[in-house]
Nanobody
Framework: QPVESGGGLVQYGGSLKLSCAAS??????MGWYRQAPGNQREMVAE???????RYADSVKGRFTMSRDNAKGTAVLQMNSLKPEDTAVYYC???????????WGQGTQVTVSP
């Protein structure tokens, strides 16, 4: 189960960094989903073995995901935050393409107007 850190309260236009630590390195994929009250969980960003990352259209140009293979961690840098980014953010990790996703407990991100 990955361990998340970061999150918190920030004003509109501010920045936050979320970190996700896996129990070991060399994961296949690691990513972040988010869920706001009354909404379905949606993909925010994810990164794969070769370093390729993909993002939701709503965060492109504002969020950047990176990984440290040796440490087994991934970081989501969130800039230009908006109130609509407010949600619980969940990290997941997959060790290989055929494995299930392992989810973290979630961390709250709140952006005030």
């Amino acid at each position: 189960q990955p361990v998340e850190s970061g999150g918190g309260l920030v004003q509109y236009g501010g920045s936050l960094k979320l970190s996700c630590a896996a129990s070991r390195s060399a994961f296949y994929a690691m990513g972040w989903y988010r869920q706001a009250p009354g909404n379905q969980r949606e993909m925010v960003a994810e990164i794969f073995g070769g370093g390729t990352a993909r993002y939701a259209d709503s965060v492109k140009g504002r969020f950047t995901m990176s990984r440290d293979n040796a440490k087994g961690t991934a970081v989501l840098q969130m800039n230009s935050l908006k109130p609509e980014d407010t949600a619980v953010y969940y990290c997941y990790v997959k060790w290989d393409p055929f494995d299930r996703a392992y989810w973290g407990q979630g961390t709250q991100v709140t952006v005030s107007p």
